[in-house]
């Protein structure tokens, strides 16, 4: 018997037992069987087919972790069955998410159907798919948030139609993040660009030069609570890390929790004296390795860095899997080489000016 005949034998076997298992069993036989299945590269189709056959049969029945778990492993396999598609890309927006950015298979009129149905989170993963044409990114346009609509931006591979385009462009006139985002597109007329860019970078210079100094209390008051920092003006802020009364780690922690992003990219770009239209893009990127490269270079702790995953995931919309998967390329940065790689970056920034 080959390799592949022992292993749809053992697939059978496992789905006579899926219908008796019970409670956690089902999460732990869900597990042991998806490991089986996609322990090779390549598995086959009929393979395929007798894992999904018998997924269908227990995904109802298990936790949504689980679930997730499942989505991150087969969300690249092209030969997953309709129904178990829908069924994975229909769920809670964390188990759906990665099947709706990566799976192959998906085709324009199965993501027309989602995007004109589903949740906001799960329009932002779509959004996040390559090569997306207009008759979907429309549709995600006409129904998805501000999240959706700066994912889509982000997107270079997402055709965006002109109609779309011009509404994008008047809405980056008051938000920095789509103004970063669409001045990253090859598409973007060079005159649009060139005004974006130039909008940008005056907002963000304008943060530390322009902002008032908080005036001191004309007589003696007792000792006030200590304002936290996304209260604060951006010079007062400078003036407590300067001084030693704030940390950079307790700034970073606080403007992120508080979704402060355009404050959290000035202050970074101070200490790190790389500019803020930089610093703003790694950010808002959704591929994490400059902003993990960044906070790992000026020593953010792993607990920090957490609170800026999850705010990158707020305005992103990818899965818990990809948080977790952040976390984990943060904890393997060398410090060491993260820090000259800022060095490298302010070095490049002087010698420019």
Not at 163 to 178: N, Q, V
Not at 197 to 212: C, D, Q, S, Y
Not at 285 to 310: H, M, N, Q
Request: proline share 6%.
């Amino acid at each position: 018997m080959t390799a592949k005949g022992g292993k749809v034998t053992v697939l059978k076997r496992l789905q006579e037992i899926a219908l008796e298992a019970h409670g956690t069993d089902r999460g732990e036989l869900l597990r042991l069987l998806t490991q089986c299945v996609f322990s090779d590269r390549q598995p086959s189709a009929v393979e395929v087919a007798l894992f999904a056959d018998i997924t269908l049969q227990l995904l109802a029945k298990v936790d949504p972790q689980t679930r997730t778990e499942l989505a991150t492993v087969v969300a690249h396999c092209e030969h997953l069955p309709a129904p178990l598609l829908s069924a994975l890309c229909e769920d809670i927006p964390e188990v759906a998410a990665p099947v709706l950015v990566a799976n192959p298979a998906l085709g324009e009129e199965t993501l027309k159907d989602w995007a004109g149905r589903l949740s906001n989170p799960h329009l932002a993963a779509i959004a996040r798919r390559p090569q997306l044409t207009t008759a979907v990114t429309d549709l995600l346009f006409e129904r998805g948030d501000m999240t959706v609509w700066r994912t889509v931006a982000a997107n270079a591979e997402a055709e965006i139609s002109p109609r779309f385009l011009r509404d994008l462009l008047a809405k980056a006139e008051t938000d920095d993040e789509l103004c970063v985002a669409l001045t990253r597109r090859s598409d973007l007329p060079e005159a649009d660009a060139e005004h974006l860019v130039m909008l940008v970078a005056k907002r963000l210079r304008g943060r530390i030069a322009n902002r008032p100094a908080p005036q001191p209390s004309p007589t003696a008051a007792p000792a006030a609570p200590v304002t936290p920092p996304h209260l604060m003006d951006m010079a007062a802020l400078l003036a407590q890390i300067k001084a030693g009364r704030l940390s950079v780690d307790a700034v970073v922690a606080d403007l992120a929790g508080h979704d402060r992003c355009n404050d959290l990219a000035a202050i970074l770009a101070h200490v790190a004296d790389i500019d803020e239209l930089s610093v703003l893009k790694v950010l808002v990127r959704s591929d994490a390795s400059g902003a993990i490269k960044l906070l790992r270079g000026i020593d953010v702790s792993p607990k920090t860095f957490d609170v800026v995953v999850k705010m990158r995931r707020r305005r992103l919309g990818f899965s818990e899997a990809q948080v977790r998967f952040e976390r984990e390329d943060y904890l393997r940065m060398d410090p060491a080489e993260a820090r000259r790689t800022v060095a490298q970056f302010a070095r490049k920034r002087h010698h420019a000016g």
